[in-house]
């Protein structure tokens, strides 16, 4: 048995959930915030015996894709002699961070 801990962006969490659900897979979420953007993330917990884990990857994969955002940013997250000058900033967002843990025991209680 596996744990896959999928950190997601929150816009992607509704479609990643139905589709693991429609696919017979139970997931739970919770809510994080990311460090480098400060924004809000989702992490999805997912127990999967072992020859599910390539389907629930490409699940992930189909539902998680990376897109371009512009966010507001100040010059003195980079330059701090430069003050609060309002500079925005293009980043990539979305996507999944995936980590496939094996589990040494689970029950259902």
């Known amino acids: 048995m596996k ?11 509704g479609h990643l959930t139905k589709d693991l659900i429609k696919n ?3 997931i739970t ?4 915030t990311g ?3 400060r ?3 989702h992490t999805a917990l997912i127990g999967v015996d072992d020859e599910k884990v390539s389907e629930v990857l490409e699940i992930i994969e189909r539902n998680c894709q990376t ?3 512009i966010i507001p940013g100040t010059m ?3 330059y701090p ?3 609060h000058i309002s500079v925005p900033l293009e980043v990539t967002v979305g996507g999944a961070t995936v980590f496939v843990l094996d589990v040494a025991q689970f029950e259902k209680i």
């Open 3 to 13: 744990l896959i801990i999928a950190i997601i962006n929150k816009d992607d969490t």
């Open 24 to 26: 017979g897979f139970f």
């Open 29 to 32: 979420t919770l809510n994080t």
């Open 35 to 37: 460090g480098f953007l």
């Open 39 to 41: 924004s809000e993330n």
């Open 67 to 69: 897109r371009k955002s």
């Open 76 to 78: 003195a997250d980079f």
């Open 81 to 83: 002699m430069a003050g």
